[in-house]
């Protein structure tokens, strides 16, 4: 069962003329493929507005993304081709190439024999949107719309909820923040997933884990487009 059919508001793949989901074209010997999808009802999610950022917002995040957890148990693997976990030791954000100087390589290796031995029952590892941030998501009159799914994998359930939260610990978003914010959010987003899923005790403890791999992949961020070299300080892997 796919998610629009679980009852999942996602943005809808639009055919092309010729009928076809995604259109292949070659321009100068390189080839690109073409997709479309439809234009998400709402408005972007904007963390000044009350009446946008606030409990209720949080509690239908939480029960959209444990909605999509449980859809997630009832697809069939073989048949939905996508990128599949973590291998042991597998340098998936090309730290050995971009850390030329070793800084954070010993780090990195460390973290990536951690993630190689977390367990990977059905109840914790599953297809995941993989970037479930408010930045993929529209709201409309209380409803959420996910979309950008281009980087959907099987991984880890922990990972979604680790990107929810990482975003607002960076950028503009923090400063407005109160102390007692990760409650707040936590509580009434475990409060909307638990609707839909149990919340296992084993994501739970894996969010940590999964908070640490979103800073790698910061900082990777940072770095290849440039920012990290303007930064005064770097201090982005605690």
């Known amino acids: 069962m796919g998610l629009h059919n679980g009852g999942v508001r996602v943005s809808l793949p639009v ?33 000044t507005q009350p009446d946008v950022w606030n409990k209720d917002l949080f509690y239908n995040w939480g029960q959209t993304m444990g909605k999509m957890h449980k859809l997630a148990g009832k697809m069939d693997a073989s048949s939905i081709k996508r990128p599949m976990g973590l291998e042991a030791n597998a340098d998936i954000f090309h730290v ?6 070793g800084k954070i390589k010993e780090k990195y290796q460390k973290h990536l024999k951690t993630l190689s031995v977390l367990p990977t029952g059905t109840e914790l590892f599953g297809l995941i949107h993989n970037d479930f941030h408010q930045g993929n998501l529209r709201v ?9 799914f281009d980087d959907c994998a099987y ?35 475990f409060d909307g997933y638990a609707k839909e899923r149990t919340v296992y005790r084993g994501i739970t403890e894996q969010i940590p884990i999964l908070l640490k791999q979103r800073e790698f992949f910061y900082w990777i961020f940072l770095l290849s487009t440039g920012i990290w070299t303007n930064l005064k300080h770097g201090n ?3």
Not at 140 to 148: K, Q, Y
């Open 96 to 101: 050995e190439r971009v850390d030329s100087q």
């Open 236 to 238: 982005v892997i605690h």
């Open 140 to 148: 409309n009159s209380g409803e959420i719309t996910l979309f950008d």
């Open 155 to 189: 991984y880890w359930f922990a990972n979604n909820i680790a990107a929810s939260f990482f975003i607002m610990r960076t950028g503009r978003i923090l400063p407005l923040m109160e102390a007692a914010f990760p409650k707040q959010f936590f509580s009434k987003f």
């Open 15 to 47: 055919e092309s003329i010729n009928r076809n989901l995604i259109e292949t074209v070659s321009d100068n010997g390189v080839i690109y493929y073409l997709v479309s999808f439809e234009k998400v009802p709402g408005r972007p999610i904007d963390v």
